[in-house]
């Protein structure tokens, strides 16, 4: 490729690199450790919010090490399955670090859901106990299927409850999933049936500014992780008050968020996921802790996926190669 053009990456190409969960998750690890170290540079992500309860979002980030610098400018629609379009979509810009000039526009809607899951299966190593092999999903969709795809790189898991405030979703995902996974999926009728008694728990419902959550204190069982995707959404301030380690991927994200009207009765973490995945702070101490990590989503998440997408498209003469 020459300075003046770059490459545009479809959803399809995105898909047909054939980067896989695992190496996303050991490439976010890494990334993570770098990130608690000081060594890469992202802002908190700021956003528009043309309709209630949606967003666009601008987020950029830097990783030296990944040579990965650039922008993902990404929406969220709640009513969008109603019109047979996706919750999440959006695009990714990858910039050249050494001149500025962009090199790859791609599609991000793939990235998205992967790096979400890949970041849960990071934390869960990190703040679940070794061996969990039951987990609850909250919440059927391309995050579900994406979180329990990553969850069963990291751990060995048995069975799965699957929740759904439309029941055909949890059913669908329970046929899909057991076939793909060789995991037992019980569909269940009550959020609470997907959290109690379970090691691990994701959430992955719309993020609401004024949410009703229906997950109550004592319902995570004590020992258990779980990773909350929808902000506290899902999650009462006392369910969550009631963590005996509480994390997030970015404490400066979440304080940008609290600025803005959420997070209104969510204690202060206690630490962030790259201070733990680099040692700074203690990941899980004890087998009865309660372990609840409130993953926001990071660009450097985005641009550490895309770096790899990008080089693998090159290698294999994937995409478009555009005029600038």
């Known amino acids: 490729m020459s300075s003046d053009t770059l490459?545009?990456?479809?959803?399809?190409?995105?898909?047909?690199?054939?980067?896989?969960?695992?190496?996303?998750?050991?490439?976010?690890?890494?990334?993570?450790?770098e990130k608690g170290k000081g060594e890469v540079e992202m802002p908190?992500?700021?956003?528009?919010?043309?309709?209630?309860?949606?967003?666009?979002?601008?987020?950029?980030?830097?990783?030296?090490?990944?040579?990965?610098?650039?922008?993902?400018?990404?929406?969220?629609?709640?009513?969008?399955?109603?019109?047979?379009?996706?919750?999440?979509?959006?695009?990714?810009?990858?910039?050249?670090?050494?001149?500025?000039v962009p090199i790859a526009v791609m599609d991000a809607t793939w990235i998205t859901a992967m790096r979400t899951g890949a970041a849960t299966a990071v934390a869960g190593k990190y703040l679940a106990r070794e061996g969990s092999q039951t987990v609850g999903i909250i919440a059927c969709g391309v995050q579900g299927r994406s979180n329990l795809e990553a969850l069963c790189c990291v751990f060995d898991l048995k069975?799965?409850?699957?929740?759904?405030?439309?029941?055909?979703?949890?059913?669908?995902?329970?046929?899909?999933?057991?076939?793909?996974?060789?995991?037992?999926?019980?569909?269940?009728?009550?959020?609470?049936?997907?959290?109690?008694?379970?090691?691990?728990?994701?959430?992955?419902?719309?993020?609401?500014?004024?949410?009703?959550?229906?997950?109550?204190?004592?319902?995570?069982?004590?020992?258990?992780?779980?990773?909350?995707?929808?902000?506290?959404?899902?999650?009462?301030?006392?369910a969550l008050r009631e963590a005996d380690k509480l994390a997030t991927d970015d404490i400066g994200q979440l304080e940008y968020y609290r600025g803005v009207g959420f997070f209104r009765e969510t204690p202060q973490p206690q630490a962030d996921l790259g201070e733990i995945v680099s040692g700074l702070k203690p990941g899980r101490e004890s087998e009865h802790e309660r372990a609840i990590c409130i993953n926001l989503g990071l660009a450097l998440e985005d641009l550490t996926t895309a770096s790899l997408i990008y080089e693998r498209a090159k290698q294999r003469g994937i995409g478009t190669e555009l005029p600038l």
């Open 159 to 238: 069975s799965v409850k699957a929740y759904d405030i439309v029941p055909e979703a949890a059913e669908r995902f329970a046929a899909e999933m057991s076939e793909t996974y060789g995991v037992e999926v019980e569909v269940v009728a009550h959020p609470r049936d997907a959290v109690v008694g379970l090691d691990l728990v994701v959430t992955s419902g719309p993020i609401l500014k004024e949410p009703n959550p229906p997950i109550e204190a004592g319902w995570l069982s004590p020992g258990a992780f779980a990773c909350a995707l929808d902000f506290d959404s899902y999650w009462q301030g006392s």
């Open 44 to 100: 908190p992500k700021p956003g528009i919010h043309p309709r209630k309860d949606a967003f666009i979002h601008a987020m950029p980030a830097f990783i030296p090490s990944f040579a990965a610098a650039g922008i993902k400018w990404v929406s969220g629609y709640p009513s969008n399955p109603e019109k047979g379009l996706p919750y999440i979509s959006g695009l990714l810009i990858l910039n050249d670090p050494a001149t500025g």
């Open 7 to 33: 490459l545009y990456l479809s959803a399809q190409d995105v898909a047909d690199v054939g980067l896989v969960m695992r190496e996303i998750i050991e490439a976010l690890e890494r990334m993570f450790r």
